[in-house]
């Protein structure tokens, strides 16, 4: 399959800009985050409301890994709002829901994009009933079959504060990095959603604190950390 053009969702990887440094900073603190789990191949993304960023904290990230020489593969398990999907190949109709259930086919649902060594798995269409996907056991089969041929794998779910598939999903992961917005999310609710993901048994390797406003040349900016 053809490589995908370049997504405005990714920042440019020559970016000097004060975002694309915090990027680069986060996915170098994650590395270092990384080295205390014993198995560290498969991190999911998520947060505790919608809006909070954590789309746009997981791609560039993602990015980053692959800019390392790593076979990176994205793949938007939000079954509800699937953003990086809309984002990055909305017109595709097979991915992870024909894949899922047809492992013979799921290789041929990934898509490589501009970016090299980065690569991304989108939902497909939705189905009615997403819980019942995420809680049928063929995400695990699914994922045991992605990490043989990818080094890293990065999952996008749903807000675990929200909604339960993310949690169902967290026990199939090696560790969760949850996104915080700054002056948005409330600390009740990053405390409710770090609880949720406590209770499954997986840890929290990092939290980026996201859209931190700095008045810098009369011009506000965004921190990643």
């Known amino acids: 399959m053809a490589r995908l053009k370049k997504n405005k969702l990714f920042f440019d990887g020559k970016s000097k ?24 191949q498969t991190i999911m993304f998520t947060s505790a409301n919608k809006g909070e960023g954590k789309t746009f904290c997981i791609s560039n990230i993602a990015k980053e890994y692959a800019k390392l020489g790593k076979k990176v593969l994205l793949v938007d398990l939000d079954l509800h709002r699937p953003r990086l999907s809309q984002a990055i190949a909305p017109r595709e109709l097979g991915g992870l829901m024909l894949g899922v259930h047809d492992q013979s ?26 819980l019942e ?12 079959r992605l990490e043989d041929e990818f ?45 949720h993901i406590e209770n499954t048994g997986v840890p929290i390797i990092g939290t980026i604190l996201n859209g931190q406003q700095y008045n810098k040349k009369e011009k506000n900016t965004y921190a990643y950390y």
């Open 151 to 195: 080094d890293m794998i990065f999952i996008d779910t749903p807000p675990v504060r929200v909604l339960s598939d993310g949690r169902m999903i967290a026990t199939l992961c090696d560790g969760v990095v949850l996104v915080v917005r700054s002056g948005v999310t409330k600390v009740n609710e990053v405390e409710e959603a770090k609880a």
């Open 105 to 130: 086919v799921l290789m041929d649902q990934i898509i490589p994009l501009a970016e090299e060594n980065l690569f991304f798995l989108p939902t497909g269409q939705l189905p009615s009933n997403p």
């Open 17 to 40: 800009s004060f975002e694309a440094e915090k990027i680069r900073s986060a996915q170098v603190s994650l590395q270092f985050a990384l080295t205390t789990l014993k198995k560290a």
């Open 133 to 144: 996907v995420v809680s049928s056991g063929l995400l695990a089969e699914m994922f045991a």
